[in-house]
């Protein structure tokens, strides 16, 4: 867990080769392991590996890698890996455009673990953006996405 750990942090560094080697070292531990465990509540496995690598990736505007790998079972991790998750992929799924895909992630998120969504600043902002690509009208999805921005202060 510290080498995903330190990969996340030198990725919003925009270190990529350090957060490279990082995670390739925690693939190696993790393959080593065989299967996603829970020990010391850390919920290390392969797939911790892969989420935390899809979560560097966003920070390093590898936006398309995001979309294209991010389609993955979570509701075996832990609440907050699975949380965290969703909220990565629907960001990279509104930057590019897919705000529907992207609303239902974030809806997912909110229904299992509500205060983890209403308090991340990445739902915020992911949330503005899917309202300036659809705007609020009457009874349509738009609007279900506002009500959301609101119970997550996204939006006054």
């Not at 080593?32 to 496995?45: H, I, M, R, V």
Request: aromatic share 4%; proline share 4%; with cysteine.
């Amino acid at each position: 867990m510290i080498h995903l750990r330190a990969a996340v942090a030198a990725a919003r560094h925009q270190d990529r080769p350090t957060a490279k080697g990082l995670l390739d070292q925690a693939e190696e531990l993790a393959d080593d392991l065989g299967s996603d465990e829970n020990y010391w509540q850390t919920g290390f496995g392969p797939t911790n590996v892969l989420l935390h690598r899809l979560s560097v990736e966003l920070d390093l505007d590898n936006v398309s890698y995001v979309v294209e790998h991010g389609q993955i079972n979570v509701d075996h991790m832990p609440q907050e890996r699975s949380v965290s998750h969703r909220i990565d992929y629907a960001r990279a799924l509104s930057l590019t455009g897919r705000g529907d895909e992207a609303f239902t992630e974030l809806r997912t998120a909110e229904r299992t673990s509500p205060q983890l969504v209403r308090n991340n600043p990445r739902v915020r902002e992911t949330l503005r953006d899917l309202i300036k690509q659809s705007p609020v009208t009457g009874g349509s999805r738009s609007s279900e996405v506002f009500v959301m921005a609101q119970r997550c202060r996204a939006v006054q």
